[in-house]
């Protein structure tokens, strides 16, 4: 039986915080850290609950209840936990003679396994190194946008507001955590409300979870949730405690200022648009005729290269990144040339796209009906997503180009301009790189 008495105990005297043990982590040669020190302890607020059976024998605490700076797992052979370590309490790890390391990609702490493995406190050695504290804190979630997830943000308490389940989870009806293709954990995907081309936040769920049945909440709305990774360090993720961590308005959902003429199978007869950049230098700036590359800020621009090995151009291609640039935010416009629309019929788009590491740089492909030409008016223009053409995604292999499909621009009139527009900084979680070739416009 658990204890849940109350225990009123002296704080520590020795406070060693989860920033300091996830620092020695980053530090240690081999990526674990044992404390053998007597009278150490870390203190965190438990923001996990396994109480839904989305966590199993373990908790999840954050430095400080509110704006928190750092989280680590503790690791315990032992279910239910909530009943003890319920959300929001205080506790105290007794360090000496646990082990801290990186799991699955997140930090944990817990007890010395083979080789760089760590495993979990047995019950029998719980209340030696865990003591629970008679507060329990009101727990404020940091608010977040899909581009703030960052290492530093693991095992933390967030909320994403303006967020929506995808169309076709919800047209679908699906389940949480029990479709046939769901092993272990499922996986659905939250689109933000503000930015059409965010990428898709990834969610999380136990196939073991009490929930797992119940259907992807529709409408939209925020939810709270712990960031984490994936079990293979490939891609960040949220999990929540339960269902109640959506608040969502059933009948409301996100209308995206988006043009979608929708897809067709193949290309046009009539070529009325075609850039490959074959014949513009490597090394210098993509200025194709009747292009604009702008930067609007930072210092970055398109520009053309030629590259072979694992990571092969097209030929020329071009490209923008922001690594290493030291710019606080990069954003360069590669515009085409004027097309009018009216001129011909079945206008069809596409182009071909890959990525270095993208990830939380974006490229978004835009349309404007309003541009005047100059590079003075890009940035009051009215830019709208153009919906239905592919691009490369953070998690493609950096050497494979995707094709955009063939992206209908029948329903267009009058005249307009189509532009890529690359985000990002010099900050290492946004200075990814986009490469672009092969853009072709043709008609009937």
Known sequence: ??????????????????????????????GTVTFDTPGEF?????????????FFEEIVIQDAPENPTVGIKVLIDNSPLFTTYEFGRRIFVNLDGLTAGISN???VIGIAGSGTNIEKIAPSQQEDFILRDDIVAEIVP???????????????????????????????????????????????????????????????????????????????????AILSRDFEDDNFVIVV?????FDFDPNVRCDFDVVSCGLVGAAGATTI?????????????????????????????????????????LGNSVRVGSFRSNDTSTISWLITPQIDFDAQTGEVFDFETSNSFADGSEMQVLYSADWDGTTAGITTATWEALADPAIVEDSEFFGNWVPSGFASLDCLTGTGYIAFKYEGSG??????????DNIRITSN
């Open 427 to 436: 900050d290492a979680g946004f200075d990814g790189t986009y490469e672009l």
């Open 241 to 245: 405690n339960g269902p109640a961590d």
């Open 42 to 54: 870390m203190e965190g607020y438990v923001i996990s609950s396994d109480e839904a059976g989305n």
């Open 1 to 30: 039986m658990p204890d849940t008495r109350l225990v009123d105990i002296e704080d520590p005297s020795n406070i060693v915080t989860i920033g300091n043990v996830v620092s020695q982590i980053d530090q240690s040669q081999n």
């Open 142 to 224: 940091t608010v977040v946008t899909p581009s703030d997830f960052a290492t530093d943000k693991l095992n933390t308490y967030i909320v994403l507001d303006g967020a929506q389940f995808s169309d076709e989870d919800v047209a679908n009806n699906r389940s949480f955590a029990a479709e046939a293709t769901d092993q272990f954990d499922g996986l659905r995907f939250l689109q933000s409300c503000t930015d059409f081309f965010a990428p898709a936040v990834r969610l999380e769920t136990s196939t073991f979870s009490d929930f797992k049945a119940a259907s992807v909440p529709g409408g939209s709305g925020s939810v709270t």
């Open 105 to 107: 990609g997140v930090p």
């Open 273 to 313: 648009l075609s850039e490959n950049f074959e014949t513009q230098s490597t090394g210098q700036i993509a200025q194709p005729a009747g292009w604009t590359n702008f930067i609007e800020a930072g210092t970055e621009t398109w520009e053309v290269y030629s590259a072979g090995g694992t990571n092969a151009s």
